[in-house]
């Protein structure tokens, strides 16, 4: 079993930036793809990023391609998403997402992630 918590959401003015932390237990961490995923008021929970087990590779919605920014550091057993140019039609609830992975193949969509964080909020004001 992986446990997922999400830090670092809260309330930010339009153009600016928070960067949102995501600590997994477990020790095979490494072997896992993480990705992003949000869900706005009154809308259905949406791809942000991915990132695979290495780091190497990274996709994202285009709705947030160079603005937002996942990493990991498995050192730490954390991902990260840096988010920059804050919108406010970024306001919703991110969560991080897990899966058990040994190849660099994306995982776009929720239903292939095995394991959540509960969400942290994320207000952008205009």
């Known amino acids: 079993q992986v446990q997922l918590v999400e830090s670092g959401g809260g309330l930010v003015q339009a153009g600016g930036s928070l960067r949102l932390s995501c600590a997994a237990s477990?020790?095979?961490?490494?072997?896992?793809?993480m990705g992003w995923f949000r869900q706005g008021p009154g809308k259905e929970r949406e791809f942000v990023a991915t990132i695979n087990w290495s780091g190497s590779r990274t996709n994202y919605a285009d709705s947030v391609k160079g603005r937002f920014t996942i990493s990991r550091d498995n050192a730490k057993n954390t991902v990260y998403l840096q988010m920059n140019s804050l919108k406010p039609e970024d306001t919703a609830v991110y969560a991080c997402a897990g899966r058990q992975s040994f190849t660099s193949s994306p995982y776009l969509d929720a239903w292939e992630y095995d394991y959540w964080g509960q969400g942290t909020q994320v207000t952008v004001s205009s």
């Open positions: 477990g020790r095979t961490f490494s072997w896992y793809a």
